[in-house]
Antibody, heavy 117, light 110 residues
Framework: EVQLVESGGSVVRPGGSLRLSCTAS????????LTWVRQPPGGGLEWISG????????GYADSVRGRFTVYRDSARNALFLQMNSLRAEDTAVYYC??????????WGQGTLVTVSS | HSALTQPRSVSGSPGQSVTISCTVT?????????VSWYQHHPGKAPKLLIF???KRPSGVSDRFSGSMSGNTASLTISGLQADDEAEYYC??????????FGGGAMLTVL
């Protein structure tokens, strides 16, 4: 069974940093791209970042480019999102999802990040 | 401004059909053929319903169908059920390993 489990969400002050993790199981990790999608309170889904199967291709939404870094560790079957210079508008539930071709066929349950002083 | 425009809300009665539109309004979308649809119940993981405009993953009810006409993709839900009440999002590949979601449409089952 494919499973994606996010962790690392917490309360952080504006300007602070946080690293999210997504641990994958139930499939061959190195065969798939992975992506991060977030949902702010009362808002819609926003794609923010992704990496291809070997980590050599990455993409970022304009809203996070230059502040967030996505990377993966095949030894740990994990995807990471390093978030720096956090802002109040980064407050959201962050989901990781598995990429297949041009869509996302499995999703995690999400982890909550709150940016507040 | 989203590259994919959806109505904010739609509604229908049990047993009826509803259609949710998704209009591609920007060149940020590399391929209109890559439109996918997701169902999202609050507090749960989003679920893939349709990919590549009109393909349905195994395990998804055939009450869900997708289509495209010109720049507008559509998700049709037939035989509405109470559990269909959720937020529905279209999504498309934007090129250079980026994606974009529509703003989401809230479906209310009356």
């Amino acid at each position: 069974e494919v499973q994606l489990v996010e962790s690392g969400g917490s309360v952080v002050r504006p300007g602070g940093s946080l690293r999210l993790s997504c641990t994958a199981s139930g499939f061959t990790f190195d065969d798939y791209g992975l992506t991060w999608v977030r949902q702010p309170p009362g808002g819609g889904l926003e794609w923010i970042s992704g990496t291809n199967w070997d980590g050599r291709r990455t993409g970022y939404a304009d809203s996070v480019r230059g502040r967030f870094t996505v990377y993966r560790d095949s030894a740990r079957n994990a995807l990471f999102l390093q978030m720096n210079s956090l802002r109040a508008e980064d407050t959201a539930v962050y989901y990781c999802a598995r990429v297949y071709q041009r869509f996302f066929n499995y999703w995690g349950q999400g982890t909550l990040v709150t940016v507040s002083s | 401004h989203s590259a994919l425009t959806q109505p904010r809300s739609v509604s229908g009665s049990p047993g009826q059909s509803v259609t949710i539109s998704c209009t591609v309004t920007s060149s940020e979308v590399e391929s209109r053929n890559s439109v996918s649809w997701y169902q999202h119940h609050p507090g749960k993981a989003p679920k893939l319903l349709i990919f590549d405009i009109n393909k349905r993953p195994s395990g998804v009810s055939d009450r869900f169908s997708g289509s495209m006409s010109g720049n507008t993709a559509s998700l049709t839900i037939s035989g509405l059920q109470a559990d269909d009440e959720a937020e529905y999002y279209c999504c498309s590949y934007g090129g250079r390993y980026t994606w974009v979601f529509g703003g989401g449409a809230m479906l209310t089952v009356l």
